[in-house]
T-cell receptor, first 115, second 112 residues
Framework: KAGVTQTPRYLIKTRGQQVTLSCSPI?????VSWYQQTPGQGLQFLFE???????NKGNFPGRFSGRQFSNSRSEMNVSTLELGDSALYLC??????????????FGPGTRLTVL | GIQVEQSPPDLILQEGANSTLRCNFS?????LQWFHQNPWGQLINLFY???GTKQNGRLSATTVATERYSLLYISSSQTTDSGVYFC??????????????FGQGTTLQVKP
């Protein structure tokens, strides 16, 4: 099986712009979770989508949003970028089943730099 | 919410040495995973281990769910083992499905 893919791998934006990141999960996985990694805050959960519905959300401002399509691919959007949004954004896919093994597998990440 | 603490924060070893990394968590979990983050940032799955003991080559892990801790053992360390090791948990409860809470990581450096 192909692994989790993320595009683009690197991105440079300026303050005030918006950005869209994409994640394609492992075939058959219905859950996609997004995480932000920064040196100061570590790895933090952004949100999780399952069957096109946001099921869980972390403590991030409304500028961070996402969606999931019927083929389970997911996008996240950050509007009005701030310098502090510079980070590695990771997505993970899993079966999404809360009653059995729900191991998460991560993509290579998108490294966003905001100037 | 659930808290995850890893120790030690940093570890320096000579090649061939053994090490134990610890992860403490503050509440019951559905899921516990250990990851190794490579220099390019990708998280590599090491173990899915909400309870019990597993082994994979030179690595093994044990989770004692009743006492809320997990241990990752690395034997005969190699320079390629260098990097950051993360423990992450999914707290029990359907409202936490798909939400991993990460520890701050242990940075391991293996010297030749």
């Amino acid at each position: 099986k192909a692994g989790v893919t993320q595009t683009p791998r690197y991105l440079i934006k300026t303050r005030g712009q918006q950005v869209t990141l994409s994640c394609s999960p492992i075939s058959g996985h219905r859950s996609v979770s997004w995480y932000q990694q920064t040196p100061g805050q570590g790895l933090q959960f952004l949100f999780e989508y399952f069957s096109e519905t946001q099921r869980n959300k972390g403590n991030f401002p409304g500028r961070f949003s996402g969606r999931q399509f019927s083929n389970s691919r997911s996008e996240m959007n950050v509007s009005t970028l701030e310098l502090g949004d510079s980070a590695l954004y990771l997505c993970a896919s899993s079966s999404g089943n809360s009653h059995s093994r729900n191991e998460q597998f991560f993509g290579p990440g998108t490294r966003l730099t905001v100037l | 919410g659930i808290q995850v603490e890893q120790s030690p924060p940093d570890l320096i070893l000579q090649e061939g040495a053994n090490s134990t990394l610890r992860c403490n968590f503050s509440d019951s979990v559905n899921n516990l995973q250990w990851f190794h983050q490579n220099p390019w940032g990708q998280l590599i799955n090491l173990f899915y281990i909400p309870s019990g003991t597993k082994q994979n080559g030179r690595l093994s892990a044990t989770t004692v769910a009743t006492e809320r801790y997990s241990l990752l053992y690395i034997s005969s360390s190699q320079t390629t083992d260098s990097g950051v090791y993360f423990c992450a948990v999914e707290a029990r409860g359907s409202s936490n499905t798909g939400k991993l809470i990460f520890g701050q990581g242990t940075t391991l450096q293996v010297k030749p």
